[in-house]
């Protein structure tokens, strides 16, 4: 592209226009460590801000500072709208906060926690309140079967426990 046609002020800013984090229209429910782990991403973000402007200043240096500036701005209007939810220990449901243990058709064993959408990890069996998996077994009790509606096809899942 000839030069007549880039402005100075593009070639200046290019790489720093990030687009912003999606944030989700479901209420903000979170559990107390969700909370937690929220509050220290922000201070994480925060530090390495304060690093990265304290150095030498480049094209790389700021694009990734508009990177964990649209971050912080995303985790702070999380931080703000959260709902800090704590489960009812005596119920005997399947409700935000629980971890609960299902067995699937195939009489294999699996142990899922339903917490909020920021915290949620499938490696580590946190499922998100809004998914599939949470809403088959929200409101359900020790005993009942519940069919998860999955894109690999439906699966019944027996509910063996709920922790809370």
Known sequence: MSRGFVKEDDLEHAGTDVPERP??????YVTVNGYALLQQQAEVLEQEIS???????????????AVLNRDLRYISARLESALVTKPDATSQQVLFGATVTVEDENGESHI?????????DIKADKVSWTSPLAKALIGHKVGESVIWAR???NTVLEITAIHY
């Open 23 to 28: 944030v989700s229209a479901h209420p903000n």
């Open 51 to 65: 690093n990265l402007a304290e150095s030498k200043e480049d094209s790389g240096t700021q694009q990734e500072l």
């Open 112 to 120: 899922y926690e339903i917490v909020g959408e920021d915290e949620a």
């Open 151 to 153: 894109p690999a096809g």
